[in-house]
């Protein structure tokens, strides 16, 4: 059983800097072209798929010396290769005609058309500007007979990013298991469905401030309100968060872990965090039951879950993982830092960018 090893977005720009060293052409495609589309990384991706020359599939084993051919029921539509890392590579060989198009062979039948317009995407990944298929090709080979709530969520942030007409069918109505729940980058339909009150849209760019020694005595303050406010139907308390991090850059916003009974039974908590000046603003019946409200006179996110929730845990392991270990530190305020500069229509849209850097870290944590 192939042990899952996520393709960074370091990986992808290796590999393809060995194919240009080698003068392989090359578009990148699947879950890689989405993001490389939109611009930002929305979740951990198990390959990399690439559309190549027919021509250069003979040159792989000397290209490509560490990586062996796995998966040989795809041949020839597909050359699956993987190396002793677990990196998987998903490569689409196609004989380009004299117009531009591409002829992927099948097993059984007439190769597959690829026209000239799928292989004129552009897009970045981490920063790098990079060849992939078209919004409009990715559009279409994502919604194959049997497609899963991801790339559902690829097609509508694809059809928004790009002012492209949202296709018929609508969302599966189901979540594919090897997906993780919050895979996907929230789309503006789905924010509004959750939000309580007006969505706002942002109106200035994302912030990134120095470390603040305050911010830990901003917590103490508003950990001292919410227990006063709700005696012992405060579980637990936790200050979460890059703000959460000494040393680490973050939107001076204070994130708070709050830990009830039961989420879904409002009326035991509340009326008391509206009297205390809280204001509910997220209620998210398919996501743990989360509901998050804005503090009364700091800038604070107030996460409540369930006691027992496995995104506790996750989250503060995520925190103590960041204020333990260096290199993760700055592999996240790195990524930080390049999101910050991007524009963004709402802020979950920046928080959706990191999950990818978010579920890389936190499996080092719950690795040990």
Known sequence: MRIFRPVTSD?????????????IEWW?????????????ETRPHDDLD?????HAIARLGEVLPDFRHVQEHQLPAAYVLEDERGRQLDLHPLDLDDDGNGWQPQPNGPPALWPRGALSG????????????????????????????????????????FDLPLPEG?????????????????TEAQLRE?????????????????????????????????????????????HTGSTSVPGLA???????????????????????????GYVLRIREPDWYEHRLFKGPDTNVNLHVFSRGCEEIERMTRFRDRLRANEDDRELYLRTKR???????????????????????????????
Not at 170 to 186: D, L, T
Request: with cysteine.
């Open 28 to 40: 990148v495609d699947g879950g890689w072209g989405v993001d490389a589309l939109l611009g930002y």
């Open 194 to 238: 959750i939000v309580v009150g007006d969505l706002q849209v942002m109106r200035n760019p994302v912030v990134l401030a120095e470390y603040d020694p305050e911010w830990p005595r901003l917590f103490e303050r508003e950990e001292a309100r919410i227990r006063g406010a709700l005696g012992a139907a405060a579980v637990a308390i936790e």
């Open 338 to 368: 390049e999101l910050a500069a991007r524009d963004w229509k709402f802020v979950q849209n920046y928080a959706d960018a990191k999950s990818a850097v978010v579920q890389e870290i936190l499996g080092r944590a719950l690795a040990g």
């Open 122 to 161: 552009h897009g970045t990944i981490a920063g790098r500007d990079v060849r992939c298929t078209s919004p409009e090709f990715q559009v279409e080979a994502h919604l194959y007979a049997g497609y899963d709530d991801v790339d559902w969520s690829a097609v509508v942030s694809l059809c928004e990013r």
């Open 170 to 186: 609508g969302p599966p109505g189901f979540v594919h298991e090897r997906r993780s729940v919050r895979a996907a980058p929230a």
């Open 11 to 23: 990986d992808v720009l290796e590999l393809l800097d060995r194919l240009d060293a080698a003068g």
């Open 50 to 54: 690439l559309a190549v020359p027919a």
């Open 250 to 276: 973050a939107k001076p916003v204070i994130d708070i872990t709050l830990v009830v009974e039961d989420t879904t039974e409002e009326d035991s908590y509340v009326p008391a965090l509206e009297a205390a």
